[in-house]
């Protein structure tokens, strides 16, 4: 039993598919499951019933499972114990972000950090907050980016940067016409907010006081940020955006944003680590990386926002 056949059995939990799995752990798929195998044949038990899809353990892997999740925890503890001894900024590192975050964030720092650490190893999911939350606590990631709420006490969090929220309005729709955007402005109808669990949502649903935010889900179930953008786009309706997101906007998209009335509403975006951390030397040059490329004016909350 090696701790890379642990690794193996947890990849494949977490993809239920081998495939994704192997394409996950950066193997092929006949190495992953040979030593999945191999490692069955050991202990004499089948771990993965694979007449089953998607892939699914069976009762006594999920014991199995559950006792690799901690025995690779505390082996990776060792680890980077001795990497941050060394000051290291190698090895590998897995993060979590919301989806709301990852695709204006992620291209304004990740490519030059990987061009500038080539020896570090990041691999990025998306995920939203409670996935994250969990996954901290069972090891499964090593930090996530985050917007900042309450119930986050048992986590350390660091500060990257503070983001408006914006509306994103149609040229057709009644609110095209004002400067800002005041929440009494707001009302169900063609509204494109995100589904519930999703941060981002429910704190503007609580900022603007939406009492029954549904006409999105009953549009259209599972949309996308950008999909919603689309929708506006093609004259339907008004969503939310980040303030990242304007960045990335031609000017006729730029035309379509509208500022809240003040004060407005802002999410502290931060790096959650358990309170075991201790590769500090690697979230502090990863912290620099991300408050570089970021507008400067972002890096403080104005006395204009308010925190929600």
Known sequence: MTLQQLEYILAVNRFRHFAKAAEYCRVTQPTLSAMIQKLEEE?????????????CPTPIGIRIIEQAQNVLVQANRIKNIIEEEKHSLTGSFTL????????YLLPRFFPQLMKKYPQLDIRVIEMKTNDIKKSLQDGEIDAGIVA?????EEFLQTSLFYEQFFAYVSREDALSGNTVIR???LTNEQL???DEGHCFRDQLVRFCQLKTARASQLAYHLGSMETFMRMVESGKGVTFIPELAILQLN???KELVRPF??????RQIVMLTNRNFVRFTLLQALTQEIQAAIPREMLAVKPTQVLV
């Open 183 to 185: 929440t009494s402005d």
């Open 251 to 253: 000017e006729t998209q």
């Open 96 to 103: 979590g972000i919301l989806p709301t975050i990852a695709p």
């Open 43 to 55: 202990l004499d038990t089948k771990i993965f019933d694979r007449s089953q899809q998607p892939v």
């Open 192 to 194: 494109w907010l995100l």
């Open 148 to 152: 900042s709420l309450a119930g986050m």
């Open 261 to 266: 009335a003040i004060p407005c509403p802002t």
